[in-house]
């Protein structure tokens, strides 16, 4: 039977191709150096903003280096292009965001790809609406099932993902995939702040979205295991061991000490040690957050301190258990504990991860532990760290070894301050998208035509998110 893996890995070329071998595509630029629009055509497009098509012409002027240009075009609306279903539910907008190549709505990435569309909606009134529906959708989605990391566009169907369909867990109608990771629940708080404080609106933050956020606390409060394993449990018949959980599928053993259980990564892989450092880090950026907007929204002082006691009591459970020595006399995050001083070290490309925690907002950029972190996760002492001739990056167990991620190599630059660094990465973007003029899941790090996921939005528009933020800041990288 085709594994998810391999839908992920060969979905646009069938199933045929993905039983005979990796996905190729050619390596050169476009012939002629004419650099033409990879855009689907106007009348194609799933939903068209004025102020994305005037950021879109204003950054692009700005590029000097016609290939960047032409990433930067076709990357950038990619979501909008390609991944929006924006309509009406219950008289109210209503969007479903597909990641790209699946035909499922994560909460993770549908916040991160519509992300660095925010800053423009204050001016662009078709734009807001497509957040508001966005932000009401994920509020059903967490309604529905807290724990779920992947939804359907009918909140009544049953998962049409082949790969979830003998899961042992509590299946919902309308949820497509059951895996509980601590940040489905981060990124829409984080989108939903962003968006209130770009636009002033209160229109999405209805009744239905407060009672969605009581349940993220909730539900973080359940997992901290205090009492007991708790509700959530998940086992999956799978060759691959990162599929599935141990113990009845309530993972390994932990002891309690205020930090919530993870059962997955932001990856979907299954965590080893229930803790995720960084997933819990986002969490105490998130519940801080919420607090002044369930204070600002609706006067509510009681769930705003109960947010802001949840993040000081998880703030100090990872100051207490979550970190470990490099090895060269300082201390850095580990990735993943579990309370009886058992400490993994590693980084995975997902965010959020270690290098991830300063664009998150869990930390200052400058923070010391954190860039004692970032140093070393992008090392030989990180196992997912690959450096080949095409590239160096972080991957992560996902699609396996020697598989570089784009989106690490795109994190990386944002989070520096370096004009070298910054640079390189952008060599390694242009040299990773393989002539497709598009940023993927993975490639080999010493040949990008062996890649994975042609079409994966988050990519894209982190990339155009970097791009923005460059020419913004730093022209003078882009001018050149």
Not at 130 to 138: A, D, V, Y
């Amino acid at each position: 039977m085709i594994s998810r893996r391999d839908l992920l890995r060969f979905g646009a070329l069938g199933a045929a191709a993905a039983l005979a071998g990796p996905v190729r595509a050619v390596a050169a630029s476009p012939s002629g150096g004419s650099f033409a629009s990879r855009r689907p055509p106007p009348g194609k497009r799933k939903f068209a903003s004025p102020a994305v098509e005037t950021q879109i012409a204003q950054v692009k002027a700005r590029i000097g280096d016609p290939e960047l240009a032409w990433l930067f075009e076709n990357c950038y609306p990619n979501t909008l292009d390609t991944t929006v279903e924006a309509g009406t539910l219950d008289g109210k907008p209503d969007t479903f965001v597909i990641t790209g190549d699946i035909d499922a709505m994560w909460l993770r990435d549908s916040s991160a790809q519509v992300w660095p569309y925010v800053p423009l909606a204050a001016r662009d009134a078709p734009l807001r609406r497509l957040l508001r529906g966005l932000i009401r959708r994920q509020a059903r989605c967490i309604a529905l099932d807290p724990y779920a990391n992947a939804f359907l566009p009918d909140p009544r169907g049953r998962s049409t993902l082949s790969w979830a369909q003998a899961d042992l867990t509590e299946m919902k109608p309308g949820v497509a995939e059951r895996k509980w990771e601590i940040d489905s629940l981060c990124y829409p708080v984080r989108l939903a702040h962003a968006y209130w404080r770009a636009t002033g609106d209160r229109e999405p933050f209805d009744g239905d979205w407060r009672a969605a956020m009581r349940l993220v606390v909730a539900t973080f409060r359940a997992q901290q295991r205090k009492d007991g394993p708790g509700p959530y449990h998940f086992q999956r018949p799978s060759a691959n061991p990162t599929d599935t959980q141990f113990l009845g599928g309530y993972g390994n053993p932990t002891r309690p000490v205020g930090l919530i259980h993870a059962a997955f990564r932001p990856s979907d892989d299954a965590c080893i040690y229930p803790f995720n450092v960084p997933g819990n880090l986002f969490a105490v950026a998130a519940l801080r957050l919420l607090a002044p907007m369930a204070q600002a929204l609706y006067g509510d002082r009681a769930f705003a301190d109960e947010c802001v006691a949840l993040a000081d009591e998880v703030a100090r459970a990872a100051d207490a258990h979550g970190v470990m020595d490099d090895g060269q006399g300082g201390e850095v995050w580990a990735y993943e504990v579990d309370g009886y001083g058992n400490r993994l070290f590693m980084d995975d490309a997902n965010a959020p991860g270690l290098s991830s925690l300063a664009y998150l907002g869990c930390c200052a950029p400058d923070d010391a532990r954190y860039r004692r972190s970032r140093a070393l996760a992008w090392s030989p002492r990180n196992p997912y760290f690959f450096r080949g001739r095409a590239a160096e990056g972080i991957g992560g167990p996902h699609q396996g070894l020697r598989m570089i991620w784009p989106l690490s190599i795109t994190m990386r630059a944002l989070t520096s301050d370096d004009d070298g660094e910054i640079r390189q990465c952008l060599a390694w973007l242009k040299a990773a998208h393989a002539g497709t003029g598009f940023m993927h899941e993975a490639f080999d790090q010493d040949d990008p035509a062996k890649y994975t996921r042609p079409w994966f939005a988050w990519a894209n528009t982190l990339f155009g998110e970097l791009i923005v933020r460059l020419a913004r800041q730093r022209p003078r990288l882009l001018a050149a």
